[in-house]
């Protein structure tokens, strides 16, 4: 981005100030050196700066640029016949049984080249970006064999080379036990999934760990056993954890100093005291509590009262949450959890760049990224209260 002045804007800096969304109105940013070297009311602009070409916003509302913090993106293969099974009557947890959920994506991904991985993301990446998203996070996950763990990474990283993203990649092979290793899922964590952890790191392919705790996957000491791999490493973890049990899942990713525990239905007041002493971010995932028609809520109000930081993500995957719109999330958020406008757009901004342990962007503030959303509206609150309306006018990088 030039050196400018972008003058003439309502700010939401999302930067945790006490001012409700760090609002600034009439509002000028400084850009020098693609990063911000100045934000605050335009009467108070340094005069150093005064000689710097002005962009007239209009009165338009400028965020942080948008990040999905929780994403499936890259799979193969689709499962809109399990939507159809869900409408007559089958749970998540009995499909899953059946040789459905996870493992049914196995086969479609294994099948796949990377290119072809890529090919069939890039639809899904693309709606993301047309709605002023930035950073997007990819997980392995539905390969459950090693050449196809690394696959799904490559095609990750691939798409972070074609298209104006960042992508943080997190290995998920610890997602479910495939058919070939059923009631054996010790022997595939020994076999298959640290191995496959191991290739991948040699390969510069793993940003952090990630795993999915519950009771039709795995429990505490199997994910133990990755999460101390990943320690070994230098990498970071989180976990998928209180989706539909309290498995403790979060509990032990705060011993672990998680970025991140996701999901989070079913945790109780014990499991968000551990998270807010280890600083692990609850990434809350409405449109996998909207697809599987859940009832029970995660504990928003525990989070509020113990100051565990909340983040919003997509979960974009085939099954559960197939839903390619951090806009809708943000909807979702507020009408189905009961977060605030807010909460919301920090969910998808400063909150969702803490956990992704990215600590360049998330706010409009001195010394960090210039990548920002402009949109066609005056106040924050639009962004929550629109459904299916993108009122994004462009990212500015």
Not at 205 to 217: K, N, P, R, T, Y
Not at 266 to 282: H, K, N, Q, R
Not at 337 to 344: G, I, N, S, V
């Amino acid at each position: 981005m030039k050196d400018q002045q972008l003058t003439n804007a309502v700010v939401a800096s999302c930067d945790n100030s006490s001012i409700e969304y760090g609002l600034i109105k009439n509002a000028t940013v400084v850009v020098k050196d693609n990063t911000v070297a100045w934000c605050g009311s335009s009467a108070d602009i340094p005069e150093q700066f005064h000689t710097l070409p002005e962009r007239d916003l209009h009165g338009r509302l400028l965020t942080p640029s948008l990040i999905d913090c929780h994403t499936h993106i890259v799979h193969g293969g689709h499962r809109a016949p399990e939507f159809e099974q869900r409408l007559q009557g089958a749970s998540y947890a009995e499909i899953s049984a059946a040789g459905g959920g996870i493992v049914s994506t196995m086969s479609a991904t294994r099948a796949a080249s990377v290119d072809d991985l890529v090919e069939s993301a890039l639809p899904r990446v693309d709606a993301l970006l047309a709605e002023g998203v930035s950073v997007i996070e990819i997980k392995s996950g539905y390969g459950l064999d090693i050449d196809t763990e690394l696959n799904m990474l490559r095609a990750a990283r691939k798409i972070g080379t074609i298209r104006p993203v960042i992508v943080k990649t997190s290995f998920l092979g610890a997602h479910a036990v495939p058919a070939d290793y059923k009631d054996r899922a010790d022997e595939y964590i020994d076999n298959v999934c640290i191995p496959a952890l191991e290739a991948a790191h040699n390969e510069s392919l793993v940003d952090a760990v990630d795993g999915f705790c519950e009771s039709i996957a795995f429990d505490t000491s199997q994910i133990t056993r990755v999460f101390e791999k990943a320690q070994f490493l230098g990498l970071p973890v989180k976990l998928h954890a209180e989706q539909l049990t309290l498995s403790e899942g979060a509990k032990l990713a705060a011993t672990y100093n998680a970025l991140s525990a996701d999901h989070l239905e079913y945790l109780d007041e014990s499991g968000v005291e551990a998270m807010a002493a280890s600083g692990t971010v609850a990434v809350l995932l409405p449109g996998a509590f909207y697809t599987l028609r859940e009832t029970q809520h995660p504990p928003l109000d525990l989070f509020r009262k113990h100051g565990v930081p909340i983040a919003i993500a997509t979960d974009c995957n085939p099954g559960s949450s197939p839903l390619a719109s951090l806009l809708l999330t943000m909807n979702m958020a507020c009408t189905l959890f009961r977060l605030t406008p807010e909460e919301a757009l920090c969910g998808v901004t400063r909150v969702a760049a803490q956990a992704l342990g990215i600590t360049d962007r998330g706010v409009i503030a001195e010394g960090k990224q210039a990548d920002f959303a402009l949109w066609n509206v005056s106040h924050p609150a639009e962004l929550c209260y629109r459904i299916g309306f993108n009122s994004l006018l462009e990212r500015i990088v």
